[in-house]
């Protein structure tokens, strides 16, 4: 996804290679049976912009994930989400 979301960016002439964006990814996992099982996963996306990058970057984040090939394969399988913040 970060990659994914990086390109979006890139492709809006928002910077964000090195450490201008960076996920954070938690993920909760449940007991099925005697497994363990991931059930949800939470992107945090961190992203150094200048402020009048803002409102576009926010749009790329809003759309991103159907095009993104990790969150199209497993939508179906495990709720994840993301969020977007920016850091000074």
């Keep these: 996804m970060l990659g994914t979301f990086g390109g979006a960016l890139e492709a809006r002439q928002i910077p964000a290679l090195s450490d201008r964006l960076v996920a954070r990814v938690t993920g909760e996992v449940e007991l099925d049976g005697k497994v363990l099982v991931i059930r949800r996963i939470h992107v945090r996306l961190e992203l150094r ?3 009048e990058h803002r409102e576009t970057a926010e749009r790329a984040h ?6 993104c090939p990790l969150y199209r394969t497993l939508r179906s399988a495990i709720a994840i989400t993301s969020e977007l913040a920016f850091v000074e």
């Design 62 to 67: 809003g759309t991103f994930a159907d095009s």
């Design 49 to 51: 912009a200048a402020p």
